[in-house]
């Protein structure tokens, strides 16, 4: 199965987004490492380890998306580290007071920008089932 050129540029801004994500966070993790520690839950060993190996896995997805071949392992890469680090969003709707300067309806929000990210990240990616055509750029 072959994309059409639109849905294949669709599939490119997809990847595009997907990219961008990944690497700017993977980026956060080591710039504002202190941060990214305080949404880790208290029940999660070593949450500095967590937060700067989550980095490296970040930036190791995103860097695998830029090469075809590597692409589709890319992509099972980031949705497993999506959601290995889920709990972190649960832990801060379930304790909102210990993050002020977030508002409480952008940590609502997260829960379905997740979703939307799985989805995303699947589809541009061709993780989903049956789908066999890959972007080439």
Known sequence: MTDSPVMSRWR???LVFVFLWFALGGIAHFVATEAEMRI???YIPWPRAA????????????????WRPTR???????????LAV???????????????SVPYWALVVRLPVQVALLALIAWSTSVWPG???????
């Not at 937060?51 to 830029?66: H, Q, Y």
């Not at 589709?72 to 580290?81: M, Q, V």
């Not at 889920?86 to 002020?100: K, S, V």
């Not at 789908?131 to 750029?137: D, G, H, I, P, Y």
Request: hydrophobic share 50%; net charge positive.
């Open 131 to 137: 789908s066999k055509k890959t972007v080439s750029r």
């Open 86 to 100: 889920t709990p972190a969003h649960f832990y801060m709707l379930q304790r909102p007071e210990l993050f002020p």
């Open 40 to 42: 880790v839950p208290p």
């Open 51 to 66: 937060v700067l190996v989550s980095g490296v896995f970040e930036l190791l997805g995103a860097a695998g998306l830029l």
């Open 72 to 82: 589709r392992a890319a992509g099972i890469g980031l949705i497993l580290l999506t």
């Open 12 to 14: 490119v801004a997809g």
